[in-house]
């Protein structure tokens, strides 16, 4: 018979674990006080339910994702309805690999149309085409409508200009090359 060590349950004569961080619902906790707990809860919940019910909403309604919307979106809005594919991931806040995903599924949709640049081989442009321009508006419209049922209908109107304050804050400092100010 081969020995296992002592029972879990077995006293042991071993030094008690140094001192580390304190326990928090079982859980080791550094620094954050219950109500940042509380915060950061919420938000990340947020960030769970908001997107996958809107995407929902979006796939049911027009077969396209948030990502699609961002791009179809951002295209419309550009001068020209185009944008150099690295301008283009840089305004959605995704890889330029993925905007190359999403842009070959929306030409292939007929809704975007991926031209090469005549000043330098290396760049590509997205265009919108005029499938794209008139599809963009109807998912829009259904983005809209999504995202007012799952959070700005949530968020009475006095909320509004702080949350903004702070989400606008936040998304500055996590794009700061330099990240938040020490």
Known sequence: MTERGPHPTATSNA????QGPTLRGGLPSLELNPEEVALLRAFHR????VPREVEADMLREHEANINDFLVLEQLAEAEGRRLKMSTLADL???TVSAITRIVARLEHRTWVLRTPSS???????AVL???GT?????ICVAYERSIRRH???LVLPQERDGLRTVLERVADVGSSPTGPPV
Do not use: G
């Open 15 to 18: 030094a008690p674990p140094s």
């Open 46 to 49: 947020v960030l769970a339910i």
């Open 92 to 94: 959605t806040a995704l």
């Open 119 to 125: 000043e330098d081989r290396r760049t590509s442009w």
């Open 129 to 131: 085409t005029p499938a």
């Open 134 to 138: 008139n599809v963009v508006a109807e």
């Open 151 to 153: 959070l700005l209908d």
